[in-house]
């Protein structure tokens, strides 16, 4: 048996959330399907919660995080700015950085040892 750190981490912005897990599986998705309605379907999300999701990382971002084209005859469409790209990097990095720092420290403590 080992022991393993678990935690959340998110990134806020004068109280708001800009980026945590949720938000970033959204804009990887986003990416990955070109669109917000598949990128909402692929997470099992409503397509009302993940507009709101996007949203509120815009409104918190200090840049649009993506470029939005309006539906009709042949669909709309989002995909992530470059800036967008940025955060989603930044983000598991520092997730990664995290994680590893944790276990890290668990590793610290004899207690915890097996």
């Not at 599986?25 to 409503?46: M, P, R, V």
């Not at 009709?72 to 590893?100: H, P, Q, R, V």
Request: net charge positive; hydrophobic share 35%; aromatic share 8%.
């Amino acid at each position: 048996m080992s022991y393993k750190i678990k935690s959340r981490i998110w990134i806020e912005s004068n109280g708001n959330v800009l980026l945590g897990e949720g938000r970033v599986h959204l804009l990887k998705a986003i990416q990955e399907t070109g669109s917000l309605s598949k990128a909402a379907k692929s997470l099992n999300l409503s397509y009302k919660k993940a507009w709101h999701l996007l949203d509120s990382v815009n409104k918190s971002a200090k840049k649009p995080v993506t470029i939005n084209s309006i539906g009709g005859k042949g669909g709309g469409g989002a995909e992530l700015t470059d800036y967008g790209k940025s955060l989603i990097i930044a983000f598991d990095e520092i997730n990664k950085n995290c994680w590893d720092f944790l276990d890290k420290e668990l590793a610290n403590y004899e207690c915890l040892k097996l």
